[in-house]
């Protein structure tokens, strides 16, 4: 699994490519998350179009981020999710939890006008 | 190496005179207990699944089902030993699939996983495997061996006219029509 980070407009987005699964993907989402924070981002968004599978520890992978980012005093925003992502999470409820959007761009306009 | 036993002879009409849903074996697969190999295990179970006629969208949330099961036996049931097996068997049954995948572990109570929907526990990070192989296949059960634990878990692989493509509570209803018209 490969993740792309860009910056755009003050905001920082991860763009990971493949699986998110045990042992593989999770790790490395939870490493580019704690690298973003480190370098100082507090706007994150997490461009799920590129994603093909995810299993529950990617999941809680997921929400391992939203926690972290949250307790930096940041936030974190899901956007484009393909469909099988967005049924996970429907069927987990967490569709409550996340803040997602239709596109990364989409999500960065929302932390302007926040 | 993992080890991989594929037969062909996708199963024919049961005899009426034949035991009912009498077990015809597809796959055997056996595997170190290493995350890696959870690929090798969804694709050849996909493609077995494929040949016995199951469409891509359940086979996909099968394929889920699988995975998390694999991998609870890689992780809980063999504490991640490289050298205890998981073995992974594909099974036919009238018209289910029947996916057992057994480990070498002490086993657990399935019940004492806290329920992932409540909403104190929607932020924990983990305990949806089980979860999500309950929602993605019919049947799930446990049951301790002379070896370790198994899990046994059935899937019709013909839908009935009432099931929709997707898991239960995953499609919208179309009402966005009269979602806009309450704008």
Redesign the interface.
């Known amino acids: 699994m490969k993740i792309d980070v860009r910056n755009e407009r003050g905001a920082t987005i991860l763009a990971p490519k493949g699986k998110i699964n045990i042992g593989v993907g999770d790790v490395a989402l939870r490493e580019a998350v704690h690298e973003a924070l480190e370098a100082g981002a507090r706007k994150l968004v997490i461009d799920l179009g590129g994603v093909t599978t995810i299993d529950s520890s990617g999941v809680g992978e997921l929400v391992s981020a939203h926690k972290t980012v949250e307790n930096a005093g940041g936030a974190l925003k899901l956007a484009n999710l393909p469909s099988k992502v967005a049924d996970i999470l429907q069927i987990t409820q967490l569709v409550t939890v996340f803040e997602v959007h239709d596109s990364a761009s989409e999500a960065v306009d929302s932390f302007e006008s926040a | 190496m993992p080890r991989v036993e594929i037969r062909d002879d996708v199963p024919s009409d049961e005899p009426s005179n034949g035991p009912p849903r009498a077990e015809q074996t597809q796959v055997r697969i056996a595997i170190k207990s290493r ?2 190999h ?1 690929d090798l295990i969804q694709v050849v179970v996909d493609d077995a699944l494929a040949r016995l006629g199951l469409d891509d969208d359940p086979r ?1 949330w099968v394929g ?1 089902a699988v ?2 099961a694999v ?1 609870n036996a890689i ?1 809980h049931g063999n504490q991640q030993d490289p050298d205890k097996e998981v073995e992974v068997e594909l099974a036919v049954a009238g018209e289910e699939a029947v996916i057992r995948v057994h480990d070498r572990g002490e086993g657990f109570d399935p019940e004492s996983v806290p329920d ?2 409540a909403p104190e526990n ?5 305990g ?2 089980i ?2 192989m309950r ?1 993605f296949m019919d049947e799930i059960t446990y049951a301790r061996t002379a070896t370790g634990t198994v899990v046994t878990m059935r899937k019709r692989l013909v839908e009935s006219l009432d099931d929709v493509s ?2 239960d ?2 499609s919208e209803p179309d009402d966005t029509s009269s979602a806009a018209a309450d704008a």
């Open positions: 995350y890696d959870i996909h889920i995975r998390e991998a992780k992932p929907l929607l932020l924990r990070p983990n949806r495997g979860f999500y929602r997707e898991p509570g995953v």
